[in-house]
């Protein structure tokens, strides 16, 4: 592997060479002011806690001090392909990297460990489970480690939404390499999981370096889920061959979807755990580079992807968390560039959660677990579950509530001056229903007069007497005898459960949990059902999306202005170069160039070498070993379709 040369001039303040190795290595053009504040503290040899956003740029402050310091850096991350991408990322910019993991033969590891202790490689990844074989650590430490970087460090929370056991057992290299500073990163954390990532790895005093987990290029749409597939099936026509991964709750929701596609010709394919390895294998490295471009994956497994140039994530059911919808839409536009993230979600999904919660909770303590702690972690996590149905029910500015949410302050626009710009909320996309009051109240007095006959039912049979259903059920019980009855005649069965869907979220009906779960008055419902409460609630979708609203989906967004003096074809036609030169390289295609640099050559279309060395994101090596293919595939387009050349940004 060719290397550059990283003795550069060294100046006497650590921050100036940290800027420099920034500029030589990834050709920005310095550190952003919280990175800085991180990467400063690191190399005064603090204990650091960063959370920055998705794409805000964290690998970076685990990976220019030990540049700085000439002594590697431990990283501890918790996916082998996130662990492959950041090494091929490094590699492909000049900086020796390497990972240590199962997929190695034991030469490997070996040949991997002696680099690392003779100082040849300065960033190591692993997983935080090699930690726990033989005499690892102390092979480790004779290297003389200047950092202990933790990735995903919520994963080390019982608040987190991925909490794993082994990211527990961290603290322990506190006693094991004494004096190395940690630096725990994670995109997401409320200000409960920070403290107790702080605790349970018994960091030092601490810098906290914490930055708003706003993502202003990320476009929230939420969708009352009709017909999954053909709602899918929309979204991606407005982003077509872009890089897409719908989320899913189940493999075989995964396998179903992505056979639906690939039959209305969508080149698509499932991931999830139950594949044999070498087909997951052969779906990511296709994903990565950038010949399949969409994925249909379980969340429960995820992606484990580092691919910077997603234009866009679908959930085809709603999250359990805030925490664990942050992360996986935020696998969108890393670049910088508008993306858009769209949430299908239905009463059942909170249902389905719900029920999931409780049954663990029991096998937890059927296993022995403490009776007090395992209810306290399932209220937790309800509670975590109540705040994202009423986010996905909410009709303010999503981007506000989420940065509210984990504890910010919103700086942005009130919705009354046009609010984000950037949810389907502030874009004007969600329709009021009209007299909103009139109808809660009539789905209350529904679940009221059941209760007070001693009879508790779900959503679907409620929403069947109102609508005048003619079942089965109904007519045993003589509920089509009810006053009730029929009060919501106009409106469809799927549309009354999705209002029934507002009123748990808002908490005018509680719904019980289990297999069966029924529906019971709550407070909050008594004040509306007595004529002392106004609601708000949102209009429930009939269908499809009208055409004109489809066509405006994302044009209405961020991303019109993102390709502003872009030359469209002269992107595609670079895109597809750059499938070519990654497939020659055997990188993911985002290693080679993100779409944020593909615009910028297809924008300013520079005629030299020194002037594509202005266009952020290439490097010294990038420009050396690219720069001359990308020129001369420039020169020919150009010269071909009359374009002016070396455009001022």
Sequence with gaps: MTTIDLQTPRSADPIDQAETLLREIWGHDGLRTLQREAVASVLDGRDTLLVLPTGGGKSVCYQLPPLVRERPAIVLSPLVSLMKDQVDSLRASGVPAAALHGLLSEAEKRDVLREFVHGRIPVLYLAPERLALGSLLSILAA????????????????????????YRRLASLREQLPGVPMLACTATATPRVRDDIVQQLRLENPVRV????????????????????????????SHPNEASIIYVQTRAESERIAKKLLDRGVKAACYHAGLPAAK??????????????????????????????????????????????????????????????????????????????????????????????????????????????????????RHRAVVEYFGHEWNGADEREGGCGACDACLGEIERLEDATTVARKILSCVARLGTLGQQFGAGHIADIVTGGNTERIRSMRHDELSTFGLLRELTKSQVTDLIGQLVAIGCLDRTGGDRPVLRLAADGIPVLRGDRELELAKPARGRAPREQRELRVAKGRDATDWSGIDRPLFEGLRELRRGMAAERKVPAYVVANDAVLRDLARLRPSTLEAMASIKGIGRKKLVEQGPQLLAFLDDWCRENGLARDMVD
């Design 210 to 237: 914490v930055g708003s987990v706003d993502r202003p290029n990320l476009i929230f749409r939420v969708r009352p889920r009709t017909d999954a597939v053909a709602q899918v099936l929309e979204v991606l026509q």
């Design 143 to 166: 290297a003389e480690p200047c950092l202990i970087a933790i990735d995903e460090a919520h994963c080390i929370s019982q608040w987190g939404h991925d909490f794993r056991p082994d």
């Design 280 to 397: 997951r294998s052969k779906v990511h490295e296709a994903f990565q580079a950038d010949r399949l471009p969409v994925v249909v994956a379980t969340v429960a497994f995820g992606m484990g992807i580092d691919r910077s140039d997603v234009r866009c994530v679908i959930h085809a059911n709603m999250p359990k968390s805030l925490e664990h919808y942050q992360q996986e839409a935020g696998r969108a536009g890393r670049d910088g560039l508008a993306a858009e993230c769209v949430l299908l979600h239905a009463t059942s999904d909170a249902a389905r959660w719900q029920g999931l919660i409780e049954r663990s909770a029991e096998e937890a303590v059927a296993e022995g677990g403490d009776r007090e702690t395992v209810n306290r972690n399932t209220r937790a996590q309800l509670d975590l579950l109540a705040e994202t149905s009423a986010w996905c029910r909410g009709l303010g500015c």
